[in-house]
């Protein structure tokens, strides 16, 4: 049972571990700085479907099995499946849902449901509910584009804030203590846990731009950040590093700044994952990646590397998200965002 | 700490107080059978707003602070809400949470987003995680209309298997049996409890006219009644009524067939709230009433005064959802649906 923390934090008492992780993207993902670190790359957008929608239910599914494989799960070990994605309906997890026929509650949070599904799974997992579920997250670029923006077939110009929409899916297999056995894949490598869940409230800075999304979730990363600072008497030395969910560029600099402006000063342990899965330099992906599926392989890659091989010990996983429609907008509405925490820690 | 019954049953160890409930509807379903039941009714479909959506909003809003009020909470009280709705991108409950200021979890299950809320809800508190939440669902016949079919404008005539989109939202503040108090407006009639939550499973039949969709949700209404009773040990004498959310005449007749083909047998003790909500014969709403407000507002209002007024002593409420979208209709999948179940007993 969790202990709560200040306002919006939860400190969870027998941490669940991160039992097994998959990451699987696309060719342009492939590309990028991380292009390795991901378990699975697809050759290309459609990766053998009729629909990119299709594909992207693939992909969430491809991550959810491959994610039970790494925990050294067998089939029906999963007892529960916390899924969601940015299309209309949340199709993607609904139909990965049906592939895998797995109890499913359906969770929403735009681009940090990556962050939500880890939140709320932990709790479940701490809570005595069960002791072995998958949490996931997925985004495709075109069928994003087609959603939120334009067909790419318009050849729209993209402005210079916009972000990419990210090809990927990553799923989190997570653990009970009492059932979890160190799986064979870690090899040597660290367990890691999820200690504490800060559960984000929507900001809304009056933002409308839908080309400019890190502006419109900066305040809310900063606030969930700041709040979770706050409510665990910690400060940013505790981690090795806070990273956000898919801020981009210019959302990254606008979250530093209000950080700032509070005391904050994160300096290099302030990372985010839109900013690290492109290179803006020579892919042409303006202000970095968005979309579930970004933060999901990042942080489910490199950063749980770097927490297994030692080199954090600590880190801070804020997704954001921005919880707006393509009809809100149009309605004159500004974009309404949040962010939720987990704490990921080395375990032993 | 719950108890994990059978493979999708969670008995919860300390059960959560439904502490208050409000409900606020439509004009068309004022004019139904449970139309004074309603705790209020809107005047006309904008109430003021100046698009369909934004009443959306308000109505969900309206309730959550309705719930609150009934529960004797003053602002702030609540520590997490729960919120979904029909809209892409669910946008009732994230611009809702950006007027409440509550710290928020998306969830998305359809037309099953009441049950998906009061089942996590009750969890999160037995969890031990807090001690106050409101879980809330709403839909709009307009918003729902021009997003999943036409624009009412265009006079399409609608099949006899069609069902009609509540408006309407309910909110249901749940409290820690810790800090239950009664509350006043209660006055004399007995308090209410959630002690089982069943996570539904997808299953699909391969059912593909979103114009029925009481047929595509039936067998996983039925499969999660089965499973219940299953994991529990329980039979439907156990239980003064098994109502489903909103599977019409049609779906209602499908799920009893189905229950009886396993050998199970409801008899008047099968309801349906979309069944109840309207008066086919003479308000033209074809197979009855759908969408997630549909069953929020008809369990959150008379069925809950039958608990609390001792006609009922325990009720099983599967909502049901279908999972699709009109664009995975269009490239022709079949509809996906899933069935979550708390069960609501009389505490004292």
């Not at 050759?43 to 239910?57: N, Q, R, V, Y």
Request: aromatic share 6%.
């Amino acid at each position: 049972m969790g202990k709560k923390r200040g306002k919006q934090t939860f400190a969870l008492a027998a941490p669940p571990y991160l039992a097994g992780a998959y990451t699987i993207a696309g060719t342009k993902e492939g590309e990028g700085p991380l292009g390795e670190c991901f378990d699975q790359l697809i050759p290309d957008a459609l990766w053998g479907e009729t629909t990119w929608e299709k594909t992207e239910s693939k992909l969430m599914t491809t991550a959810v099995r491959g994610a039970c494989q790494r925990a050294d799960w067998t089939e029906g070990d999963a007892e529960l499946l916390l899924a969601g994605d940015l299309l209309n309906q949340t199709i993607s997890a609904n139909f990965s849902a049906r592939a895998l026929g797995i109890p499913f509650f359906g969770i929403f949070g735009a681009c940090s449901t990556m962050a939500e599904g880890l939140g709320l799974g932990a709790m479940l997992i701490d809570g005595g509910y069960v002791d072995r579920l998958v949490a996931t997250a997925s985004s495709h670029h075109e069928t994003a584009e087609r959603q939120f923006r334009s067909p790419n077939e318009l050849g729209v110009q993209r402005p210079p804030e916009a972000q990419w929409t990210v090809t990927g899916a990553g799923a989190a297999a997570l653990a009970s203590p009492a059932v979890y056995h160190h799986p064979a894949s870690l090899a040597g490598r660290s367990a890691v846990t999820v200690t504490h869940v800060t559960v984000g409230k929507v900001v809304d800075l009056g933002v409308k731009d839908a080309g400019d999304m890190g502006s419109a979730m900066a305040p809310a990363a900063a606030h969930t950040i700041l709040t979770h600072l706050h409510d665990t008497e910690r400060t940013v030395g505790d981690y090795d590093a806070i990273v956000t969910g898919d801020l981009g560029h210019v959302g990254h600099a606008a979250c530093r700044a209000l950080m700032a402006a509070e005391g904050v000063v994160p300096g290099e342990r302030l990372l985010d994952c839109g900013v690290m899965i492109f290179d803006a330099s020579r892919q042409d992906t303006h202000a970095g990646g968005s979309g579930c599926g970004c933060s999901a392989v990042v942080i489910l890659s490199e950063l749980l590397r770097r927490l297994r091989d030692r080199c954090y010990r600590r880190l801070l996983f804020v997704g954001t998200g921005a919880l707006f429609s393509p009809m809100s907008s149009q309605q004159g509405e500004s974009i309404p965002a949040i962010g939720h925490a987990v704490v990921l820690e080395r375990g032993e």
